[in-house]
């Protein structure tokens, strides 16, 4: 089982900057990845940002330039860093995690999400 827990999220103008922090807890699996995903109300919910074990990072096409994921999964650990927030960057942003339990069952887990509003 893993547990996240998400902070950093608040209010900030266009242009601003927000860093969210991921704390995960892990009991029994194995995580090979930490990142993030937003949701926007009545919209699915899209990738930000992952990171791999081996620190490589993957990112959404149009997240790329303006986002930084970082972390560190040895230690559970893992960052999202905004920078020149849009009003379309408005949404809630979830931590997630996937995890081996044995050898090969594959676990997702999400933690409860923190609110970013960009207001001009």
């Known amino acids: 089982?893993?547990?996240?827990?998400?902070?950093?999220?608040?209010?900030?103008?266009?242009?601003?900057?927000?860093?969210l922090s991921c704390a995960a807890?892990?009991?029994g699996v194995y995580v090979y990845v930490l990142g993030w995903y937003?949701?926007?109300?009545?919209?699915?919910?899209?990738?930000?940002?992952?990171?791999?074990?081996d620190g490589t990072a993957n990112y959404a096409d149009s997240m790329k330039g303006r986002f930084t994921v970082s972390g560190d999964i040895n230690v559970n650990?893992?960052?999202?860093?905004?920078?020149?927030l849009k009003l379309d960057d408005t949404a809630v942003y979830f931590c997630y995690a996937?995890?081996?339990y044995g050898s090969d069952i594959k676990l997702t887990?999400?933690?409860?999400g923190t609110q970013?509003?960009?207001s001009s």
């Open 1 to 19: 089982q893993v547990e996240l827990v998400e902070s950093g999220g608040g209010l900030v103008q266009t242009g601003g900057s927000l860093r």
């Open 25 to 27: 807890s892990a009991r």
């Open 38 to 53: 937003r949701q926007v109300p009545g919209q699915q919910r899209e990738l930000v940002a992952t990171i791999n074990r």
């Open 77 to 84: 650990t893992c960052y999202l860093q905004m920078n020149g």
């Open 98 to 100: 996937q995890a081996y």
């Open 109 to 112: 887990y999400w933690g409860q």
């Open 116 to 118: 970013v509003t960009v």
